[in-house]
C-alpha cells in the first residue's frame, strides 16, 4: 500500500495572492488532494495530473502537423527561428519564476527582438499611472492588521481571488482589527451588482465607463467643493458625498481596483485620477492603494524588467539598447501591424486572449510555445517545447501582487523530459548565441 505524504506551507501558484498555507497531499507522486486552496488554487494543483491535456514531448511541425522530435531538434529549430527573425516578440512570463524571467530578457537582448508581458493587456494602465502619480502602496499584512476601510473598485475578488477577502482584507482578524469584519467597513464600486458587491456594506454603481468622471466628483467634494449637478455618472450627490464622509473618517483605507478600471474608458487616466484621490486622501487620515493581480507572478516579470532594463513592459532592444514603447512595443500592436516576424510565447495563452488581428498574424509567422498543457497557441505553434510547472513541479521565485517576493515550492516531479521554463531558456539562450556567432564567422 502506498503512503500518502503531506507538503505543508506550499505557495499557490494561480493568482497575485499566492497563499501561502497550502497542503498538498501526494501519493505515488501524483497530488491527490489540497487543503487550504481556494477552487481556482486546488483546480491549478490539480491540473499537474490532466494527461490528456498535458504536453510531455518536444514537438515541431512539419507539412502542417506536429511531430514528435528529441528536446536537441526543438531547441535548435526555436534558435533559429528567433537568429533569423528581423524583429522576433518575447510575450508572456506572467505565470514562470522570476529566474526564467531574467533568462528571457537575455534571450531578448540576444535576438534584438521586443519582450512584452500580459500587463500590456490587463494591468499595463496601472503601470503608466504609477509612473505618472506615484503609489502609496503597503504590504497585504499591513492592510490586514491596520485598515478599516476596505474598497473594491472595478474588481471580483469573490470569484477572481477568493481568498482575498478571508486572508488579507474584510474578514481577517488583524493586531488593530481584532473582530475582523466587524472593525471594518466594505465599499464596492463597479457597474454591475457583483457577488462581491452583495457582501458590501456599501454598493455604487456607477454607468459603465464613468469611473473617472465618479472619482472627479468625490475628489471635488473632499475638496470643500459644491457639486453644482444632481448626479455624476448614474451615481447620485447624496451618495457621493456619503462616500467622501467614509473615506475621511476612516482610520486607515485601501483601495483595491481590477480590471474594471484599468480596461474601461479612460484607462491610465482612471487610474491617475484614483492615485491622485488616495494621494488627496493623505491631507484626512492614511489611505493606501493596490492593484488586484491576476497571474501568480505578473507582478515578477514586471520587477524583472524594470531591474534588468529600467522598464516593466513594451521594451525593444532591436538597437541594441532598451526602449520602452507602450503602444508602440506593446505585443498587440506590434502583431496587428504586422511588424514582427517570428514570436516565442511563454506562460500565457496569447492566441485565446488576443484580439483577433493579432492572433492571426500569430498563425502567420513562425511561432514558439513554451507550456505544460494544451492551449489554442500550442495548437498553432511551429515548434513546441513542454515544460514543468512553477511553483508545483520547479521551484522560483514570484512576487505577490503587493510587490513582496516568495519563494514558490517544487512539490512533485515533472513528468520525464519536461525540464522547467529556466532550463529550457538557458539551452535556448546558449544555442542563439552559437548560432550567431556562426553567422559571423
Known amino acids: ?69 528529441e ?46 508581458q500580459t500587463a500590456s493587456v490587463c494591468h499595463g494602465p496601472s503601470i503608466l499611472g504609477v509612473q505618472d502619480i506615484g503609489l502609496s502602496g503597503a504590504t497585504l499584512g499591513e492592510i490586514m492588521n491596520r485598515a478599516d476601510l476596505i474598497i473594491y473598485w472595478g474588481c471580483n475578488p469573490v470569484h477572481a481571488h477568493p481568498r ?29 451588482e457583483t457577488h462581491t458587491a452583495k457582501l458590501a456594506n456599501l454598493f455604487i454603481q456607477p454607468k459603465p465607463g464613468t469611473d473617472f468622471e465618479v472619482i472627479s466628483a468625490v475628489r471635488t467634494v473632499l475638496a470643500g467643493n459644491e457639486l453644482a449637478v444632481d448626479e455624476v455618472g448614474g451615481v447620485s450627490k447624496e451618495e457621493i458625498i456619503e462616500l467622501v464622509n467614509i473615506l475621511k473618517n476612516s482610520k486607515m483605507g485601501i483601495v483595491f481596483f481590477g480590471l474594471g478600471l484599468t480596461m474601461s474608458s479612460g484607462k491610465h487616466r482612471n487610474i491617475d485620477i484614483a492615485l491622485s484621490l488616495v494621494r488627496d486622501l493623505a491631507a484626512f487620515t492614511k489611505f493606501l492603494i493596490c492593484p488586484m493581480r491576476g497571474h501568480w507572478n505578473v507582478t515578477g516579470i514586471g520587477q524583472v524588467l524594470t531591474w534588468i532594463t529600467g522598464y516593466p513592459f513594451a521594451v525593444d532592444f532591436s538597437r541594441g539598447y532598451p526602449r520602452y514603447g507602450p503602444g508602440e512595443f506593446t505585443s498587440n500592436e506590434v502583431l496587428a501591424k504586422g511588424e514582427v516576424d517570428a514570436a516565442l510565447v511563454i506562460a500565457a495563452d496569447a492566441v485565446a486572449n488576443f484580439p483577433l488581428k493579432a492572433a492571426k498574424r500569430l498563425a502567420e509567422i513562425p511561432l514558439i510555445a513554451i507550456d505544460p498543457h494544451q492551449t489554442p497557441t500550442t ?27 516568495i519563494r514558490v515550492k517544487k512539490v512533485i516531479e515533472a ?25 559571423k564567422a
Not at 497530488?31 to 491540473?47: Q, Y
Not at 528536446?71 to 528581423?86: G, H, P, R, T, W
Not at 505565470?95 to 527582438?113: H, N, P, W
Not at 474584510?170 to 463597479?190: A, H, I, N, P, S
Request: glycine share 8%; proline share 4%; hydrophobic share 40%.
Open 1 to 69: 500500500m502506498s503512503k500518502q505524504t503531506v507538503v505543508k506551507n506550499v505557495i499557490c501558484p494561480f493568482c497575485g495572492c499566492l497563499c501561502d498555507d497550502i497542503e498538498i497531499y501526494v501519493e505515488n507522486g501524483k497530488i491527490v488532494e489540497t487543503a487550504n486552496a481556494c477552487v481556482l488554487g486546488t483546480a491549478k494543483f490539480m491540473s499537474a495530473n490532466n494527461v490528456s491535456h498535458r504536453i510531455t514531448a518536444p514537438m515541431i511541425r512539419e507539412n502542417g502537423k506536429l511531430k514528435e522530435v
Open 71 to 116: 528536446l536537441d531538434e526543438a531547441i535548435e529549430k526555436a534558435a533559429q527561428f528567433l537568429v533569423n527573425a528581423e524583429w522576433p516578440l518575447l510575450y508572456g512570463w506572467a505565470s514562470t519564476e522570476c529566474e526564467a524571467q531574467s533568462i528571457g530578457v537575455a534571450l531578448a537582448e540576444e535576438v534584438g527582438g521586443c519582450i512584452d
Open 164 to 192: 482575498h477577502m478571508s486572508r488579507y482584507s474584510v474578514y481577517r482578524r488583524g493586531f488593530f482589527t481584532e473582530r475582523g469584519v466587524k472593525d471594518r467597513l466594505m465599499v464596492v464600486v463597479d457597474p454591475r
Open 379 to 405: 495548437e498553432l505553434a511551429d515548434v513546441l517545447l513542454p515544460c514543468s510547472i512553477a511553483g508545483i513541479e520547479a521551484e522560483g521565485t514570484g512576487y505577490r501582487m503587493d510587490g513582496v517576493p
Open 415 to 439: 513528468p520525464e523530459g519536461c525540464l522547467s521554463d529556466k532550463e529550457i531558456l538557458e539551452r535556448l539562450l546558449i544555442r542563439v548565441k552559437e548560432l550567431k556567432a556562426k553567422k
